[in-house]
């Protein structure tokens, strides 16, 4: 009896959109149930540590409120009265109004939309094969990555910097603009690891005293959107100081002396006024970075939700450059390894069928897309068909009131290909019920360390979920798409695309579990130069010619040439006295773990910290139900009294469900979909708000 009852230990990998992608050890009983998910211990990033919520993943897969059949509405649109369907039917309906938008407005009319809900290049990607094989309208992805990545590459020229394991060798590590503890708690292993056998300080640079900033030895909190100015100051010190590495300079940069220059009028105090950061504390942090050369700058996607988030990347990168940091084991600066990995992955996207005529449309303006916004539409056809995998953008889309607004037009239809019933999957005409990481097989990327790792399919779907893979390929088979990739398995479609991509086969990785990318010391250094053809890293970039990959357009915009503050954040003013930052909450991953119990139990409800010098004269205490507006819309939420905050700042743990607010307006109602310099962007830290308390 005993026997039957043991469970088996499986390797995988986490799929979400987290930079870690822990390599994980699954317990699983017989074909069909999983157990507790463990951390691998010998693979060198994740060392055995993996956050609670994949932990007790079993919570999400055996959810009782998964959905395990095809569903078709029979109600009103958004009235949530679905009925079961079968597969077959199912996929006609889906296949026969995307025929029927096409004959009426040409391919383009349909858009297949998904996003990091699976970060599985077979299952995330796939879709990609479907709209070029079908010429339907193009996803420009921009609603996370684009500003941080640009902001990095813009300096180094490519998106790639020290191993992010020797943390551990750091004498000072500078986590900036993440809050690992919720969102990639295996930054905090090597963080502490340096601590522990090196005595290095932590230095936590962020917009709220948050689970992050509480471990610092230097805790240094500035109001959102103000990075820029605090790290001209930081090398203002550096260069007034005499800490600055002028062989390195020379040698290694565009325009040091430009830069110097520049700096003279940043001083601290300036950077206070900007920031709200004390100039003791700022001055502390540059004594920091000059006298501790094993400096590591882990800089995180909080940079990527500012309006001038590019240019304050940029900015923080550079102090890095000013020391010769990147000289040193555990020194130098890191974002992403996206450039190490080189991935081709032609026949998983048919990136050899794409034609380059369709259009791209940005997925954070979909609600001016499906709003019939000229601009966003790029002078095409009106989007009347969706295919949406992997994503909810009704929860976490900016701007939400005109994407409902988009998603109650009674001349769209929409497919939400789903695991359960999130907004989006709400207001769709069919939804597809879809497998889980443990259910399908599939590879990834760590981004946030050096791993490529398999996730291969452990027990058998739920009900009659069915994977993304499926059913592009039963979609491609009744629209008359031709691919090779249609017809291949997604084992074999992992074998081609490593193969292609010069990194063996399937069969090695199965046998390895993993495969180590690092580049060599110098190389992830730059120590034989940066990514440009000069190999000199830039404080000067020319913004509208950065290398970065995904760019379709540039957004016109006077961008600083020299690091600075750039001033086109969306300031307090008379009528909306607040700035309002929406950062990750720790029990939810954007709107996933929104349905698991134990996340549920530690979230509570949605709630808005407020520093309670702000909160006395509006008479608002801990618990009171409160609203926060903009021209955007209004949010009722609970507030909570935080002095761990900057005057002036409010800070929304999020993504809830809309349903969890008062009204049922998500926070997201509340950000703004304006494009961000230069290659597009959502600033979901970046909003003024009123505050009063409600009725
Ligand atoms: S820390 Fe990130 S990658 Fe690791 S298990 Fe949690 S969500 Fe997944």
Request: aromatic share 8%; proline share 5%; charged share 25%.
């Amino acid at each position: 009896m005993n026997q039957t009852f043991r469970p088996r230990i499986a390797a995988s990998a986490c799929p979400h959109d987290c930079p870690s992608t822990c390599a994980l050890e699954v317990e699983v009983f017989g074909g069909r149930k999983i157990g507790r998910v463990r951390g691998a211990e010998d693979n060198a990033y994740t060392a055995g540590v993996i956050c609670a919520k994949v932990a007790r993943y079993a919570e999400r897969v055996h959810h009782p409120d998964r959905l395990t059949q095809p569903l078709r509405r029979v109600g009103g649109k958004g009235s949530g009265q679905f009925t079961p369907i079968s597969w077959d039917d199912a996929l006609d309906i889906v296949a026969g109004e995307f025929v029927r938008a096409e004959q009426a407005h040409g391919s383009e009319a349909v858009w297949p939309y998904y996003y990091a809900g699976t970060m599985g290049f077979v299952m995330r990607d796939g879709i990609n094969r479907l709209r070029h094989a079908k010429k339907y309208s193009g996803f420009f992805s921009t609603i996370c990555v684009n500003p941080a990545w640009t902001g990095f590459i813009a300096g180094t020229g490519k998106l790639a910097g020290s191993d992010p394991r020797e943390m551990a060798k750091s004498d000072l590590v500078v986590i900036w603009g993440t809050n690992a503890v919720n969102t990639q708690i295996n930054v905090m292993t090597h963080a502490t690891r340096a601590r522990k056998e090196r005595a290095a300080k932590l230095v936590v640079v962020d917009v709220y005293m948050n689970s992050t900033m509480q471990q610092a030895d230097l805790p240094v909190l500035i109001r959102p959107g103000t990075d820029g100015a605090l790290a001209c100051a930081v090398m203002h010190c550096l260069f007034r100081d005499g800490k600055a590495d002028w062989d390195y300079l020379d040698r290694y940069t565009d325009a040091p002396r430009e830069l110097a220059e520049h700096l003279r009028t940043r001083d601290p105090a300036w950077a206070a006024r900007i920031t709200g950061c004390p100039i003791e504390t700022i001055e502390a942090f540059a004594r920091l970075v000059g006298e501790r050369k094993r400096a590591y700058f882990r800089l995180g996607y909080g940079f990527s939700r500012s309006r001038n988030g590019a240019a304050n990347m940029h900015a923080a990168s550079c102090i890095a450059a000013v020391t010769g940091a990147w000289l040193n084991e555990g020194g130098g600066a890191f974002h992403h390894n996206d450039a190490i990995f080189h991935l081709d992955k032609t026949v998983i996207e048919g990136k050899d069928v794409r034609d380059p005529q369709i259009r791209m449309l940005d997925q954070s303006r979909i609600g001016a897309i499906l709003t019939g916004d000229k601009a966003a539409l790029r002078g095409g056809p009106p989007v009347t068909a969706l295919l949406i995998q992997n994503t909810n953008p009704l929860s976490v889309a900016p701007d939400q009131e005109t994407v409902k607004r988009g998603f109650a037009r009674d001349d769209l239809f929409v497919c939400v290909h789903e695991q359960f019933m999130t907004d989006t999957a709400q207001v769709a005409d069919v939804i597809l019920p879809a497998t889980m990481f443990v259910e399908h097989d599939d590879f990834y990327l760590a981004g946030g360390s050096q791993y490529i790792l398999l996730g291969p399919k452990l027990i058998e779907p739920a009900g009659e979920c069915r994977s993304n893979h499926e059913v592009i390929c039963a979609l491609a088979q009744r629209l008359g798409a031709e691919h090779p990739g249609f017809t291949m398995t997604p084992r074999q479609l992992i074998d081609r695309t490593l193969q292609d991509s010069g990194w063996g086969t399937l069969a090695a990785l199965e046998a390895n579990r993993w495969i180590d990318c690092q580049p060599d010391f110098a190389t992830a250094h730059y120590l034989n130069g940066f990514g440009y053809a000069d190999g000199k890293f830039r404080f000067k970039p020319q913004w509208p010619e950065v290398p970065f990959g995904r760019a379709h357009g540039t957004i016109e915009a006077a961008m600083p040439q020299l690091p600075d503050h750039w001033d086109v954040i969306e300031e307090a003013d008379v009528e909306h006295p607040f700035r309002l930052a929406t950062s990750p909450s720790r029990g939810f991953l954007n709107s996933t773990f929104t349905e698991t119990p134990t996340s549920l139990a530690k979230e509570r409800r949605p709630e808005v910290m407020i520093h309670p010098d702000d909160a006395a004269p509006l008479a608002v205490a801990t618990g009171d139900l409160v609203a926060l507006g903009n021209r955007r819309g209004t949010v009722r939420l609970h507030a909570r009294l935080f002095e761990g905050v900057r005057r002036g700042v409010l800070i929304a743990e999020s993504v809830w469900p809309n349903k969890a607010y008062a009204d049922g307006r998500g926070i997201n109602t509340l950000t703004g979909a304006d494009a961000i310099a230069p290659f597009g962007g959502a600033a979901f830290h970046d909003n003024k708000v009123w505050l009063r308390k409600a009725a």
